[in-house]
């Protein structure tokens, strides 16, 4: 599998072949500003002691704090966590928020662990990183297999240490706990706006087919986002299957059928099959919505898409992107589509600190207003460079980036 960080590297040099930019500036934005790898006990409920690694990369934080996701999984390591950071630093400057880049995670699988043992092992990672983060250094949110109350007991956690508990050290957290309205939907509903504001330019109809791979937190909201504003959401996949109907699929029924079995496998009225077959059915609209490296050289013929649109992070390995680039099917980028998050994050942080609470029409829009701005200035600029959508985000993102750090 491709080294993630590697293929953010891939990905800055497409970029910036395009456009000159100051070489001391390529040559420091290749590198983090600072890498954290802690060891986190946790004692376990049959009273056994685990340590798991944790890690934080602070990327760039020249337009604001360091602000990305924490992730639990058993794939995550410091190269992941690394390019993760990278793309979140051009996210926050493709959006245009004061914030800068970062990311954290942990080596484990949580899915057999009980509440019990997420907490201690979310405690602990908070333990181990709270002289590192901060609401004005560094303010890491949810991300993958890591929920709203996870970001609760890290908040709890921070204040207990340090004595603020004001909850800006971190995004993401349930409404009783200082959250914002509207953060769990944000990712998609950013993406949708995005969609919306380029759909004319793909060429794509006023009523689309939808695939979508990933049926978590964004892959959901996604499939209810698109279908009800009228489109039609006719393959999801989870890491365990894949469900398939060219008719259109019962989005509500399937996201009931999910939270009852676990997995999407054996909807009624609907084919299962693998769970990466979802990548090939031919449709207007392809939202990988999982983890990287999901369409790369050996699979990316098998794509019938006529669009990407990524809400997961990395899923197209810069081999694939200049593969669709060469048969004209365009790819809505990752740190443009799936940057509603980190804005809605922004504005938790922002709310946080002042001590507000913003409705959620307020908060979205607030968000529909900037992710149409940016979605139109970097289809504009790609359209100027005669370039896809991503080399025009990462050009765009480094711009502000060099501005920044002059």
């Not at 395009?18 to 390529?26: Q, R």
């Not at 890498?35 to 946790?42: C, L, M, N």
């Not at 058993?74 to 245009?96: C, P, Y």
């Amino acid at each position: 599998m491709n080294n993630p960080f590697e293929n953010a590297l891939a990905q800055l040099e497409r970029a910036t072949s395009l456009v000159s930019f100051d070489p001391d500036f390529l040559r420091v934005i290749r590198h983090p500003n600072r890498q954290v790898r802690v060891s986190i006990p946790v004692k376990m409920d049959d009273g056994r002691l685990e340590v798991f690694e944790g890690y934080r990369v602070q990327f760039n934080n020249a337009r604001g704090p360091y602000k990305g996701g924490i992730r639990f999984h058993q794939d995550t390591d410091i190269e992941e966590v690394k390019a993760l950071a990278f793309w979140m630093a051009l996210k926050t400057a493709v959006v245009n928020i004061p914030m800068g880049g970062g990311k954290g995670g942990v080596t484990v699988d949580p899915k057999p662990f009980t509440d019990g043992e997420k907490e201690r092992l979310s405690r602990g990672w908070m333990r181990a990183m709270a002289e590192v983060v901060g609401p004005q250094q560094d303010v890491p949110a949810p991300d993958v297999n890591t929920t709203p109350q996870i970001m609760a007991w890290m908040a709890d956690e921070y204040g207990k240490i340090t004595g603020d508990t004001s909850g800006a050290v971190i995004t993401g957290k349930p409404l009783d706990a200082g959250g914002s309205e509207g953060r769990g939907t944000a990712t998609a509903q950013g993406g949708f706006y995005v969609f919306e504001s380029l759909r004319e330019r793909l060429g794509l109809p006023e009523q689309c087919t939808v695939v979508i791979q990933g049926f978590g937190n964004a892959g959901q909201f996604a499939a209810k986002i698109w279908s009800d504003a009228g489109h039609k959401v006719i393959a999801v996949s989870d890491s365990r299957a894949a469900v398939v109907n060219p008719e259109g699929l019962d989005v509500a029924a399937l996201i009931d059928h999910k939270a009852s079995t676990r997995s999407v496998r054996d909807f009624a009225g609907a084919e299962t099959i693998e769970s990466i077959d979802v990548l090939y059915q031919e449709c207007d609209l392809l939202i990988p919505a999982a983890l990287e490296n999901q369409i790369h050289e050996g699979n990316v013929e098998k794509i019938q898409a006529k669009v990407l649109l990524e809400l997961a992070n990395g899923p197209t390995t810069p081999e694939a992107d200049d593969a669709l680039f060469g048969r004209g099917i365009p790819v809505v980028p990752d740190i443009l589509a799936n940057a509603g998050g980190v804005t809605v994050s922004t504005f938790e942080w922002e709310q946080n600190v002042k001590g507000e609470s913003w409705s959620e029409q307020d908060v979205f829009e607030k968000l529909k207003v900037i992710m149409d701005r940016e979605a139109v200035a970097i289809a504009d600029r790609a359209k100027e460079l005669d370039t896809d959508l991503r080399r025009a985000a990462f050009v765009v993102a480094l711009e502000r980036l060099q501005e920044a750090m002059k």
